[in-house]
């Protein structure tokens, strides 16, 4: 259920590089597959432009919580990441590409190029997947301070349907709940990596508050357990 891509290329000069951009057509929403060059290095960003009326509930390093979202976006950066700015690096990122208003960024050390979705019912789910670095969300060491080093795996996920408040937490929960059900199927003995985060888009509500149920046994729950546990379990099937 990976989309092969059928790209038109076109290159742009923007704040003195180039950026050559690939436009892919991701279901659900209208994303790109975009490369860029940093300190000579070759990097690949994917972009969701939702434009207005869109809500994200999200744990991005930029533009994290719940609120209107017109874009959103996921940055390949090389391992090793030395920057300790992440959130200014990605809007440096998102200018460059003029993404305008506000937006939400994510981070990984995966290659992006090697994205994998998961559809069910209208709801789309795109993962990028850097299992390098694994283990168990209840461990025995001590958290540590500050940004952490990305790795990650990355999950957007976008709805067709408005959700509330609550229903957009319980998605995020939910996309969580399924990841991790994926990576044990995978065979991987881990609940995720230290730096995994979660992007659920969705319409904003109209006159009423929107869906008001995003857990795994509801409607749009459980299509989007499924998204998710698709595109995880694919992108994982490759480093168990």
Not at 137 to 143: M, T, V
Request: charged share 15%; proline share 8%.
């Amino acid at each position: 259920m990976i989309d092969a891509p059928s790209p038109t290329v076109g290159t742009a000069r923007r704040r003195g590089c180039t950026i050559e951009s690939v436009r892919v057509d991701l279901p659900g929403q209208r994303g790109e597959l975009l490369a860029r060059q940093e300190r000579g290095q070759g990097l690949h960003h994917l972009v969701w432009r939702l434009g207005p009326g869109w809500r994200v509930c999200s744990s991005a390093v930029l533009g994290g919580g719940i609120g209107p979202r017109a874009w959103i976006l996921n940055a390949q950066v090389p391992g090793g990441y030395p920057r300790l700015d992440p959130d200014r690096h990605l809007a440096e990122i998102a200018a460059a590409e003029g993404l305008a208003g506000p937006g939400a960024g994510l981070m990984t050390a995966a290659d992006v190029t090697a994205y994998t979705t998961g559809h069910d019912g209208g709801v789309t789910a795109t993962v990028t997947s850097g299992l390098g670095v694994r283990g168990w969300a209840a461990a025995a060491a001590e958290g540590e301070d500050g940004p952490p080093p990305p790795g990650t795996v990355n999950i957007v996920v976008t709805l067709p349907v408005a959700l509330s408040d609550a229903a957009l937490v319980n998605a995020v929960a939910t996309a969580t709940e399924a990841k991790v059900q994926a990576l044990l199927d995978a065979g991987l003995d881990c609940s995720g990596t230290p730096t995994d985060a979660v992007c659920v888009a969705a319409p904003a509500p109209g006159t009423d508050t929107g869906e008001l149920f995003a857990g795994p046994r509801s409607r749009w729950g459980a299509r989007l357990a499924r998204a998710v546990h698709h595109a995880v379990l694919t992108g994982a099937a490759g480093q168990s």
